[in-house]
């Protein structure tokens, strides 16, 4: 801790995640459990990069997208899953307020590029659906890249500008984060500083880079439900939902357990849901997102074929 000059406040320099503390006789089992899931996680979405990557017929926007969200996966579970593992095994639970605003600041990105990549896969599926005519020239690589890279600098820029009014707010104590990891409103809670701006400038962006990606995202699903439910013959119905289950069973997942976490008040017996719906969408939805793909997808299948036959 450290005193600011002229003054009799104390600053703190770091911050303790209680993460599961009140469960002291499990951290072991729990340090074992997370490093399977981080170890299962790592591999498949790799696994899912390797394939889109070499694998000719993975060369669609579809697979580009899905290469793209499993590199997101890679870092999103790095961000959380080594500190959580650390903190298990050797029993300190001490973060840097420094090392705690990186953490939200490299969260905050992928949960933003997250929702992009979402809308645009579900995008994908609309215009392959409703547009089959029109799909090839409007999906093409060119803008399937441009969409990617756009997806991820503006969520570099937005969260740049939110780490920086972040940055600004001073923490005088206490200096306990109830939670597993470095989020917005528990750390906010923390601070001694007006928090007023940085609070509005969060709802602002929050609204733009996760709310209008969710609408986008469900407008295309009822515009794709609706033309499947138009298609006469029960094998085409059933060819065309399996080109889009996958996708939508990933996002119904992230959705639900993102607004569960964000829209259900923080407080009393509810923290500890918040703390398993948390897990459900930090840790969770990184190993299940490959898994849907793969066992529900027959072009992965067949190209996980063709890469063991090699």
Known sequence: MEKAEGENQTFITEFILLGFGNLPELQILFFLLFLVIYIVTMTANMLIVVLVVTDQHLHTPMYFFLGNLSCLEICYTSTILPRM??????????ISV????????????????????????????????????????LMNGRFCMQLAAGSWLSSFIVLTLLIYLVSQLVFCGPNEI????????????????????????TLIFSSVDIVSPFILTLTSYVYIISTILRIPSATGRQKAFSTCSSHLIVVTIF?????????????????????????????????????????????VKEA????LRK
């Open 98 to 137: 420094t090392g705690c605003i990186a953490q939200f600041y490299w969260f905050g990105v992928l949960v933003t590029v997250e929702c992009y990549l979402l809308a645009l896969m579900s995008y994908d599926r609309y215009l392959a659906i409703c547009k089959p005519l029109h799909y090839a020239a």
């Open 304 to 307: 996980l074929r063709r890469a």
């Open 255 to 299: 959705y639900g357990t993102l607004m569960i976490v964000y829209i259900l008040p923080n407080t009393g017996s509810l923290k500890a849901l918040n703390k398993i719906f948390s897990i459900l969408y930090t840790v969770l939805t990184p190993l299940i997102n490959p898994l849907i793909y793969s066992l529900r997808n027959k072009d």
């Open 178 to 201: 109830d939670h597993f990891f470095c989020d917005f409103t528990p750390m906010i809670k923390l601070s001694c500083s007006d928090t007023k701006l940085v609070t509005l400038v």
């Open 85 to 94: 593992l650390a903190n298990f095994l050797t029993g300190d639970k001490t």
